[in-house]
Each structure stands twice: as C-alpha cells, then as structure tokens.
C-alpha cells in the first residue's frame, strides 16, 4: 500500500509539471505518448486504490491553470480532454463500452452497429467561440478545461473564423469549439520571415499556432497564417441537429469550416478503414495530424453514455504510433527543477523526425542514462511520440565510435555549485528503516539555488497557492537574476520603484501587482501550506491539515507519528512534513512571511472535533512499531498496563504474563533503547498538548450536514466563483464531482448550465439555482461574501 502511495504522489507531481509546460507554457518537455504511460498507470493505480484518489489528481482534472496576462473565462460547460486508444484492441474495447452503455444486442445475427462520426485530429490549440444571436462575442483557450483565457481579440484576426454567421436559423447563444492550427506551408513562410528579419524560428506548427494565437498584441496575431476547424459545439440555447455530423454541416451552412475528412462509419471495424487509410495519407495532408478522433454520431446516445471525470464516454483519439529516427548524442547537459532535482537533458545532433527538427530529449534520471547504456558520441533511437519532444528509446551499439564517453553527474550544481547529493529512499517497518538509493540527484543549495529558488516562487504565486496575478515565469526569473528577492518573503518587499523597472511594467501594471501582493496577505491556513511547496504536499493534503490540526503552530511542531492520525496522511508523507517545519531555512522564511511580512491566516481556529481524545494507548503502541508487535499485541499492553509510562517500566516478567515470550522480549529490548523510551514519551506529550490523548476531553462530533452526499457544480455563478463554492461544499461535509450520476445528491447550476444540468432533469435529481443555492448555504450559517 505504501509503495503504491508514494508512487502515485511521484506520478501525480510529475504530470502536473508537464500538464503546466504543454498547456500554460506551450513548451512540452516529453512525449505524448511518455505522458500518456504515465498517466495510465497512474490511473491503474487509482483504480486498484480508489480511497488514494484526490480532487487535485491529474486524472480528475484536464491540463493546467490559465495564464495570467489574459482575463480568464470560465466555461459553462467544461471543454474536457479524450481518452486515448493506441492499439486495435483498444478501440475494440470502447466500442464494447459504448455498445454495453446503450444496452445494444452485440452478439450473432442481431448484433447492432453503433454509427461514429470519424474525423483527423488536428495538432493546434483547442478554442471556444462563443457566438450571441449569431454575433462572435468571445473566443477562449480550453486553460485547464474549467477555466481559460479570453482571446477574443487574437480570434478575430483567423480569417477563416465568421464574425458573423451566415444564414439564418442559428440558436440565440450558440459556443462553438475546435482547433486553431498552422498548415505545413504557412508554418514554414512564418519560420523564414522569422529568420529574415532574426526572429526566433518556431520548433512544430502546434507551438507556432498556440504561440500566435496567445499573443498580447493582436497585430502579431494577424499576421500569422492560422486557421480554424470546427470539430463540436458546447453550451448552446437549443438543439440543432440530432447526430454530431449533423451539427457539424449545419455549422459549415453557417460559414463555420470544418473538416474534409469528416466521415461517418457503420460500426468499430469501418472505423479502423478509416484510421489506417489517413495514416497512409498522413505525410501528404497539408497540416499535422497526430490521430484520429471517433465519436458516437447520436446526441441522445452521447447524453445516454455521459461522462467521466475527465473524458467523455462517448468519444476516443486513436493515436498514430510514434515515429523515430537515428541521431548522435553529442552531448549531457543537466538541469535544476524546484525540488533540486538535477535532471539529465540530450543533446542531440539536429534530425527531422515527422517534418520537425530536433534538437533536444529529456532523459529523466541517471537510472534512465544507465538502463540504455548512453554515452555520449553514441548513435541513437529517437521516438517523436506525439509530434513534439522526442524520447531515447534505444542505442545503436554497433555504431558507437571510440572516443564514446561516459555520462557522469556533476558533483556541483551547474547553476549555484552547491554540492549534488544521490536521494535516499528509507522504507520504514517494525522496528527498522531500509534505506537505499533513489533515482534522482539533488542539488542541496535550496533557495540559495536560482533555478530552485524561481521554481519555488513560481509555485508560490500560483493560482491555486497565493493567487499573486501578474507575476509570471519571466517576472519571476528578472526578480531573482536582479537579486531584488531570495525567498518568497522577499516579494512584500518590493517597492513600486523597483518594478517599474522591470521588462513588461509600466505604472499602472506596477501598481496592479504591488496590490495583488498585498492582497495576498490574508490567504486561507490551507493556501499557505500549499503555497509552501512542502514535498508530496498537495492541494488536498493541505486542506487535511488545516482542517484537522487547526494552527500552523501545530502543523510545525507535528510529530510524523502524531500527523499519521489525520486521513490520508501516510508515515513517508509525515516525515517529509516534519522535515520541512525542522529546517533553518524554511523556519527562518515562515517567521518573515508572519512577522515582518505581517501575513495572517485565514481560517484558523482548534483542533478538528473528531481528533479530540482520538488516540488510543493500544494504537499509539502500535505505532511505536515495536518488532514483533502488531495491532492486538499493542491492545494488551494497553489493557495490562493502562499507561505508556507503564508499559515503558514494565519489566520482562510482566510482560511475559501478557504476550508470548519472543514479543516480551521484543518489547522490553525496544525501550531499553533510551532514544526510543523518550521518543514514545515525546509523542504521547504532543497528543497531550494537542488535546488527542485519550485522557483528554472527548469532544461530541456532530456530523457535518452534507457527509456522505455528492454535489455537482454547472455553470456560472455571479456571487462567487465555483472554487469558492466547492470549498463552502466541502466545509459542510460534501464531496464536489465534476460529473453527473444517479448517485449525485444535489447539481447547482448557474447560468448557462449545459448537459450536466440536462441529465440532472433527466435522472430526476435535485436541482438549486444560484439563489436557492445562497439561501441554502445562510441556512447553515455559511458566509457568502
């Protein structure tokens, strides 16, 4: 179980960090399809281990959070990601999916075909459209599905996207959705115009178009040959036709442009046809593709199958294998993430794989340098999954020259030359600690570390931590290159003078971050934790902590053994926890950031009822992990004794009137150890102080209002944003799903609720509109300001 755990928290700290540099920084660091075995098997494992799930997982949620330069717009109806088919035998099982979700006969003579629509997945950034009473009014970014950046300006210079619609019959709101992208000719006019007059080339079409498009000057925009293809709808006042092809033409008769390749297939096998004749024509087709997009052709049959989490159950990308070539490694440069990690990078002499020229590949670990043998000079195997960066997949031994050299981990930092340390990996059972060596390099100069030191702030200011709008990635390297900050106390420090000074401000913008700095004086207990950066500490784990020690003064002093009590708080997630609060470094930012930053936190107040009087002498034993001692030995050590200091004094003759000579002896040989006799008295003294001893004051728990019950949020709500509202949910006991079921309590939908809000009605289930839903949270004393 617990290796289980901590490798979804590695999967889960991994994908965001990619989620962020494809979707937010539009500069991908791996593979689609590395990302895409990653992702299956962490969510393989959230399946053998559904209690380990967490809103803040990647497979709960799309992509990443939206830039902060454009204003962000939340989309009614969220634009979701698809999942993923790589193998025949995959698309056979969605067909089974679908066929079985719509209780289809699909056996022998009376076997019924279910109708796709089938269409090339086009490689460029997804956007919504939103059109009123025929009028563009809005474009978007999809952002992290929920929340995305409004780009109404840049949209309006594609010249293939209608202004206006044509015709007449459209409904009074109408969002269209589908892909801004760069054909292979326009992509390589913009390259060479860059290089005459000295402008940065672009690597793929998909970075030069999401590039293009997220502009701040719309005048840029314009000049770059993107396009647009129509490929669904979203939020829409009524029905246009009853197939998705069906919407698609009558979007075309509309002056919207959609696919050629728009098809339909009788059944799973026609699909397949189709997939294979495309990708004998891929090289030839004017624009990249890197798949096939199949969706079932009824809407009604789409609404009957509905959604997961993440993906609609109704719809599938079958993925073209990647596709490789030869190149020399010329040589290893290592680079420092947040956490110190000092990360092995390719360099690669320039190839063209699939119509790009690459250049680089990330390594991952020096394990992953060892297990293919790499030296540098060697001949390699280049896979360009996902048509943008390529992975090593293999050396060409035969061709590795003479003068081959070994890949060696620098011994320093190559950004601040601090010392670079092999992890260590301690399993901890009864009564021993295992410890071995981890697969990644640290450098040990923390936030003396620039590279460290501008990952760590940039996690801090980020939407979900601080929320500091205006400091962006390049905002945040010039404040740390300039010396102007060294730790993320340093940003209430900043004077007016000093930004203006920066590249990108003027006075008004100045002024605009100096506010958002100082309105983030007042975060949530739960923020701040986040916003710390503590490893394996998500959103989540944050909120557990908050919500159940109560006090940032608890969370610092907390003893492992003491923070396992609370939910989902694992023992190597406790000691990285402990570890963070005991060091210098750290104590010394968190005393700034309260004192001289004057930061106060929000929602603070005693410990969770439900924790008072929570320990047991028995379990507390148990957690002592004493060898040869588990749960029902510690219970009669408890029920001998009565007392820790009891059974600490206890000699071996009483014992052995209670357990079996060989645990008696285990036992007394444990706390004749003095380190361990203190460190069980240390613990049962902070359960004391606390209030979590058993001879504290057991406090009645009265059940939160909505324990038990799933709620759904649709929509836009005026009063708050759907954050707030789920975390208001949550404080009442609600566990908030972003999709529709029959086990779903209750759906509040706002304006602009779309097929959420539909099968709601469908299923029958309660419905609050933004007004029931505010009077609902006064009649629990919930504050709505």
Request: aromatic residues 6%; hydrophobic residues 40%.
């Amino acid at each position: 179980m617990k290796a289980a755990e901590t490798r979804i928290l590695e999967l889960r700290a991994e994908l965001d960090l990619h989620n962020y540099r494809y979707h937010v920084l539009d500069e991908p660091s791996i593979p689609d399809v590395e990302y895409d075995r990653l992702f299956h098997e962490l969510k393989a494992l959230e399946a053998e281990n559904p209690h380990l799930v967490t809103p803040d997982s990647p497979t709960q949620r799309v992509g990443s959070a939206a830039l902060s330069a454009f204003t962000q717009v939340r989309h009614e109806i969220p634009m979701l990601s698809l999942g993923n088919a790589f193998e025949e035998t995959d698309m056979h099982e969605f067909d089974r999916r679908v066929t079985e979700g719509l209780d289809l006969p699909n056996d022998g003579l009376f076997a019924e075909k279910v109708e796709y629509s089938c269409e090339p997945k086009l490689d460029g950034l997804a956007v919504s459209l939103l059109y009123q009473n025929g009028a563009l009014v809005r474009g978007a970014t999809r952002g992290d599905g929920t929340t995305g950046e409004d780009i109404s300006v840049n949209v309006r210079t594609v010249r293939n996207i209608p202004l206006k619609l044509h015709g007449e019959g459209w409904p009074e709101t109408l969002e269209v959705r589908g892909e801004v992208f760069m054909s292979k000719a326009g992509f390589d006019r913009l390259n060479e115009s860059q290089l005459e007059v000295g402008g940065k080339t672009f690597a793929n079409p998909r970075n030069a178009a999401a590039g293009s498009l997220r502009q701040l000057d719309s005048k840029i925009t314009a000049n770059r040959p993107l396009e647009f293809c129509c490929y669904g709808i979203g939020q829409v006042s009524h029905d246009i036709s009853d197939t998705h092809i069906g919407n698609l033409k009558q979007l075309k008769a509309w002056g919207m442009p959609i696919s050629r390749e728009l098809k339909a297939a009788a059944g799973i096998e026609d699909c397949l046809k189709y997939y294979h004749d495309i990708g004998e024509r891929r090289l030839s087709l004017p624009y990249e593709i890197d798949g096939v997009v199949f969706k079932v052709n009824s809407i009604a049959a789409q609404r009957e199958l509905g959604f997961r989490a993440r993906e609609p159950r109704w719809a599938i990308a079958h993925k073209f294998p990647a596709m490789e070539e030869l190149t020399e490694l010329l040589d290893v440069e290592f680079q420092v993430g947040r956490t110190g990690a000092v990360t092995p990078v390719a360099r690669l002499k320039p190839v063209k794989v699939a119509g790009v020229t690459v250049a680089n590949a990330t390594l991952h670990n020096m394990d992953e340098v060892a297990r293919l043998g790499l030296m540098i000079g060697d001949t390699v195997i280049i896979r360009r999954a996902g048509d943008v960066i390529p992975q090593v997949v293999q050396v060409v031994l035969e061709r590795r020259p003479d003068n081959a050299r070994k890949v060696e981990i620098p011994q320093t930092c190559p950004v601040c030359g601090s010392q670079v340390e092999r992890t260590q990996l301690i399993k901890r059972s009864k009564g021993k600690e295992t410890v071995s060596e981890g697969a990644v390099y640290r450098c040990v100069g923390r936030l003396a570390c620039g590279a460290q030191l501008k990952q760590a702030i940039i996690h801090y200011v980020s939407r979900r931590a601080m929320d500091i709008e205006g400091l962006g990635d390049k905002t945040i390297e010039q404040l740390v290159d300039e010396k102007l900050i060294g730790s993320p106390a340093d940003l209430y420090k900043l004077e007016y003078d000093q930004i203006i000074e920066l590249e990108g401000f003027a006075d008004i913008s100045s002024k605009k971050l100096l506010k958002a700095i100082d309105d983030s004086k007042t975060p949530t207990l739960a923020r701040f934790i986040y916003a710390l950066g503590i490893p394996d500490v998500g959103e989540e784990t944050a909120k557990v902590l908050a919500r159940s020690l109560g006090s940032l003064d608890k969370v610092k002093v907390a003893l492992p053994e003491v923070l396992t009590y609370l939910p989902d708080i694992g023992l190597e997630v406790a000691h990285e926890i402990h570890s963070f609060f005991e060091d210098d470094h750290n104590q010394n930012v968190i005393g700034a950031l309260l004192g001289e930053c004057k930061m106060q936190l929000q929602d603070t107040g005693d410990l969770g009822a439900e924790f008072a009087a929570s320990a047991t002498l028995g379990g507390m034993l148990d957690k002592l992990n004493i060898p040869s001692i588990g749960p029902g030995g510690a219970q009669k050590l408890a029920d001998k004794f009565g007392t820790l200091e009891g059974v600490v004094k206890a000699d071996w003759l009483d014992m052995r009137q209670t357990l079996p000579e060989k645990q008696a002896q285990s036992v007394r040989a444990f706390f004749d150890v003095p380190e361990n006799a203190e460190r069980a008295l240390k613990i049962e003294q902070q359960l004391k102080d606390f209030g979590m001893h058993w001879q504290n004051e057991k406090k009645v728990v009265e059940g939160l209002p909505l324990t038990g019950q799933t709620w759904v949020l649709t929509g836009s709500l005026e009063l708050m944003s759907r954050d707030v509202a789920k975390e208001k949910l949550e404080s009442l006991g609600a566990k908030v799903s972003g999709s529709v079921s029959a086990k779903t309590h209750t759906v509040v939908a706002g304006p602009g609720a779309g097929s959420k809000l539909t099968k709601a009605n469908e299923l029958g289930l309660k419905v609050l509109d933004e007004e029931a839903f505010v009077a609902f949270l006064k009649q629990h004393d919930i504050s709505v300001e």
